[in-house]
């Protein structure tokens, strides 16, 4: 076979991901290092240089260490065991594999749960000596959890057993038995020998009565194209590709179904339709895509699509919930704290989630439930869940694009749990850990706090007492004045004005009138925010104008309550002048600052105020205390 | 169901089954678009690490079909030693310039002006000041939160384990113990201020599925890696090409006409070169197919220690 040949019948081969799970002591890193090792896709140097470890840090005496060849991290090689999941690439003449290997021990679930969620195919490996032991459920379980369709049982050490068949029949029974329960379509028994090599490139001689394929043969030919879901088109919005103003490229992978040029499509949450114009795929325009390809299209109308939304068939859709069930695998040192929210992520979406219920956990060893009010590192329980955005999933059995998730925690960012989500039960018959009128609420208004619970607590209706006037007028002694009297009273008060909102807005001396304007309807949407908490504002700007002073009111009022109060204080240009005591009339006059309300701009005196006050009024603050009692803006 | 029927549909089925095969390199090009892509969508600054290698080159090919038919929104940044082969920089740009890529590069400024280079203070020395620092100077002087790399993790035993999205504290160091579980397609990309992450989008690739893509997809690659006759001396068993007059004048003079070509691509005093006839992309993959070397043991830093490899990248190297 000439080299250009090699090439195009290798660019034909298809990808098989598996998993390998096991202990320490099953041999599964030998057998990995056998397949690699006799599939010769190992370079002479790298054998040179295992055997010159093997000769320091071995453990298999006199024979080559397959294992060594697998173990990377230096602290890892001093224990002679492997910690995490390592990928592992080789190839055949039929296929190329990755292997993610990961070590079996029950503290390292987590590095299982992470190698086996891409995987087609898991190896599981028992000693042929122990049979199926705890451990080979566990990592059954798991494979089962994350919806792995193919199971190859590797029964490993028959040379210890003297390649005995009944030892072989009586294991496959027994797992045969145990697995009912679980859901893996395709289960396949090998026996093997990984240090000797039985039947794992090669049909071994020493047991003539298994008619079985050999362990490499079997991952070549295993069929796995149709382990795609080719049905239910879902291609969630990844990127948006905007080069110029007539392209507008929404950019993802396909998650499952097949997407073709003129489909009618739907983008969902906001069910808007379309048809695809085009799709161009990585090796230019195509007529259709499909799962796993990655790809961008347009639609022939233009409508507004970001990431996190998801195209869909508008005759086959996925469900679009806040609340639903999952299978959560916690995966962090730190464990859940069940009142804490989360951030999930999910496809191309982000969102916060909180933690409902936790039905039950599973123990792995007994495939029993317990109750349990948290989950640990390495625990798996069954939860319910509420998100602040909608989510379009389906269940992860039919789908395991669309149905898993991750969780990460707010502070510290770690992915500290991964879910798998369950539709059995409708949303609505699902615990809520508050109330479906509190939910409603939540949705539509946030706090469940009512602002009438704040002002009862408060003894005040939140409103804003806005005191406008010329410069030295005396706002700010009153608007001082008043809220040291409120506070003493036990009220809850702020004063908004130039210097406390100084720090975070500007000024508003100095502003143009335009400028102006637009700070003090910043400071009106301040005001408003705080009234609604129930908490009295005490606002005292110049605001010479009678219409921003309309606009100021509109914005602070609701639809059916008064929250605005105007006082003004009626003082003179001379009266201001005398109390001035930043010297700003005598700058004004002189030409050195311009907008000087009095000097070069016009003050329109409010025509209904709701308390006037004249210049120099000792009283002003029994005045103004009397009308917020007479309207019950304070009460006891 | 009749015969007939029955081997209909089985017909019909296998040919749906071949027309929606999908090759490994499909495969992989999708996924390192997706990520690509994801690493975009998600990072507020992040930055394409260009080393000029053949990996490095299928890298930014991938992120071309990533934005298609728009630009690539970040810039690719080439950390360089000084040291680079000088066919290497001026192919660097030579397309920098054709393809009107946003590229940065950085060096050591300090390092260059002290003189630091391999034959004076040793390669330990050099890729640490002129390599790691420069990069971990690269990257904290444009703040990016993200830094794509061409790592793949068949290259040498220490990256098997190493995640695509790989987590680096502020002072950029990698804990093998401490890096986040990875599932599914679905990437963690939270990070606080100074926090990043370095990802490998061709992570899954190996050796032969970069030189298959670079066939397949014309990737226009620096022509050490191809035979011709160079100019080279033996220096402990590696064959070094005499790229310029700094290389002190005991070895220049040895300087002998081979037949050769580069495997892997770095400082040019640090790179040895193998004897070889492979001019063209077919006659390396055969030559690789046969080859009684693994690709990095030209390198000649890996002779550093044990571990050495492992080490680097716990100070912040790739």
Redo the contacts between chains.
């Keep these: 076979m000439d080299?250009?040949h090699?090439?195009d019948k290798?660019?034909?081969?298809?990808?098989l991901r598996l998993l390998t799970a096991g202990s320490v002591d099953d041999g599964k890193s030998t057998l990995i290092g056998r397949l690699l090792f006799d599939s010769k896709k190992l370079?002479?140097?790298?054998l040179a240089s295992l055997e010159r470890d093997s000769k320091r840090e071995g453990h298999a005496g006199e024979e080559i260490d397959y294992a060594l060849l697998?173990?990377?991290?230096?602290?890892e090689?001093e224990q002679g065991i492997t910690i995490?999941?390592?990928?592992?690439?080789f190839?055949t003449n039929k296929r190329?594999f990755?292997i993610a290997d990961t070590p079996g021990h029950e503290q390292y679930t987590?590095?299982m749960?992470?190698g086996g969620?891409?995987a087609n195919l898991a190896i599981l490996l028992a000693d042929a000596r122990k049979g199926i032991i705890t451990q080979t459920k566990r990592h059954t379980f798991l494979v089962s959890l994350l919806g792995i369709k193919h199971v190859v049982l590797a029964i490993n050490k028959m040379d210890l057993v003297d390649f005995s068949q009944e030892v072989f029949e009586n294991i496959r029974k027994d797992y045969i038995d145990f697995t009912t329960q679980l859901d893996i379509p395709d289960i396949t028994f090998i026996p093997v020998s990984a240090l000797k090599g039985d039947n794992v490139v090669d049909i071994s001689p020493n047991m003539p009565w298994y008619h079985g394929k050999s362990l490499l043969e079997f991952l070549e030919t295993v069929h796995i194209?149709?382990d795609?879901n080719?049905e239910d088109l879902r291609f969630p919005v990844?990127?948006v590709?905007?080069?110029s103003l007539d392209?507008r490229?929404f950019?993802?992978?396909i998650a499952s179904g097949?997407l073709r040029k003129g489909d009618e499509v739907m983008t969902l949450p906001s069910r808007k339709t379309s048809r695809v114009k085009s799709i161009?795929g990585?090796q230019g325009e195509v007529d259709e895509v499909?799962p796993?390809?990655?790809c961008?299209i347009t639609l022939e109308d233009e409508i507004d699509i970001s990431?996190g939304e998801m195209i869909v068939h508008p005759n086959n859709l996925p469900k679009v919930e806040r609340h639903f069930e999952a299978m959560l695998v916690w995966?962090d040192e730190t464990e859940m704290d069940p009142y804490a929210p989360y951030?999930l992520?999910?496809?191309?979406h982000t969102t916060k989630a909180r933690i409902d219920q936790i039905s039950y956990k599973v123990n792995v060893n007994s495939m029993e439930k317990e109750e349990c009010n948290l989950l640990k590192l390495n625990e798996i329980g069954r939860i319910t869940l509420t998100t602040s955005d909608v989510l379009i999933f389906d269940p992860y059995r039919k789908n395991?694009?669309t149905g898993?998730?991750?969780l990460?925690h707010t502070i510290t960012?770690?992915?500290v749990a991964?879910g798998m989500i369950i539709d059995k039960l409708g949303s609505q018959e699902l615990p809520y850990r508050i109330s479906e009128h509190e939910k409603q609420h939540i949705a539509n208004y946030g706090s469940l706090i009512r602002i009438g619970e704040r002002e009862k607590r408060y003894g005040q209706k939140g409103v804003t007492l806005w005191i406008t006037g010329l410069h030295g007028s005396g706002k700010n002694q009153l608007a001082y004045a008043l809220e040291k009297e409120l506070f003493k009273m036990g009220k809850n008060v702020l004063v908004l004005d130039g210097k406390s909102m100084g720090k975070g807005f500007a000024r508003e001396l100095d502003l143009s009138p335009t400028e102006r304007n637009k700070y003090l309807k910043q400071i009106a949407r301040v005001s408003r925010f705080l009234n609604e908490q129930g908490i009295l504002t005490i606002c005292s700007f110049v605001s010479p104008e009678e219409e921003i002073r309309r606009q100021l009111k509109e914005i602070i009022n609701e639809e059916s309550e008064n929250r605005f109060l105007t006082i003004h204080m009626n003082a003179g240009l001379d009266y201001c002048k005398a109390h001035d005591q930043y010297g700003l009339y005598e700058k004004a006059e002189k030409g050195e600052i311009f907008h000087m309300v009095g000097i070069d701009e016009k003050f329109e005196a409010p025509q209904n105020p709701d308390i006037r006050i004249e210049e120099g009024d000792e009283t002003a603050l029994e005045k103004v205390l009397n009308i917020l009692n007479e309207r019950k803006i304070i009460f006891d | 169901m009749p015969d007939s029927v029955r081997s209909f549909i089985g017909e019909f089925v296998q040919q749906q089954r071949m027309k929606y095969k999908i090759s490994n390199l499909q495969e992989l090009e999708a996924e390192a678009i997706h990520i690509i892509r994801e690493v975009a969508a998600e990072f507020e600054n992040p930055v394409m690490l260009y080393s000029i290698g053949k990996d490095s080159s299928v890298m930014v090919r991938l992120a071309e079909k990533a934005f298609a038919p728009g630009k690539v929104p970040f810039p690719l940044m080439h950390i360089d030693s000084k040291w680079k082969f000088k066919e290497m920089i001026e192919f660097r740009d030579r397309y920098a310039k054709e393809k009107n890529w946003d590229l940065i590069v950085h060096y050591n400024k300090k390092g260059f002006e002290e003189g630091i280079g391999p034959f004076t203070h040793g390669s330990k020395v050099h890729t640490d000041i002129m390599k790691t620092q420069a990069l971990l100077e690269g990257l904290n002087k444009y703040q990016f939160d993200a830094a794509f790399g061409g790592a793949r993790r068949d290259e040498e035993k220490s990256r098997a384990k190493e995640r695509i999205y790989s987590f680096r504290d502020k002072y950029h160091r990698w804990d093998p113990k401490n890096q986040r579980p990875e599932l599914w397609d679905i990437y963690n990309a939270m990070v606080h201020k100074g926090e990043s992450i370095r990802v490998f989008p061709i992570s899954n690739w190996t050796e032969l599925d970069i030189w298959q893509y670079i066939r397949l997809e014309n990737i226009p690659i620096v022509p050490l890696y191809f035979a011709k006759r160079r100019p080279v001396v033996e220096i402990d068993g590696n064959l070094i090409l005499v790229d310029d007059d700094r290389m002190p004048e005991k070895y220049r003079k040895q300087a002998k006409m081979r037949m050769v070509r580069f495997r892997t691509l770095g400082c040019y005093p640090l790179t040895g070169a193998v004897e070889s006839s492979a001019d063209t992309v077919e006659k390396i993959v055969e030559e690789m197919m046969t080859a009684t070397h693994s690709e990095r043991t030209t390198r000649v830093i890996d002779f550093d220690g044990e571990a050495s490899m492992e080490q680097k990248k716990r100070e912040g190297y790739f």
């Design positions: 080299i250009k090699f090439l290798d660019q034909e081969k298809d990808l370079y002479e140097d790298q697998l173990d990377g991290l230096k602290a090689r995490d999941v390592a990928y592992r690439y190839s190329k990755i987590r590095n749960i992470t969620s891409t194209a149709s795609r080719f990844q990127y590709i905007r080069p392209y490229g950019a993802g992978k097949i161009l990585a499909f796993p390809l990655s961008s990431r995966m951030y992520k999910h496809n191309t395991r694009h898993a998730f991750i990460i960012h770690n992915t991964v």
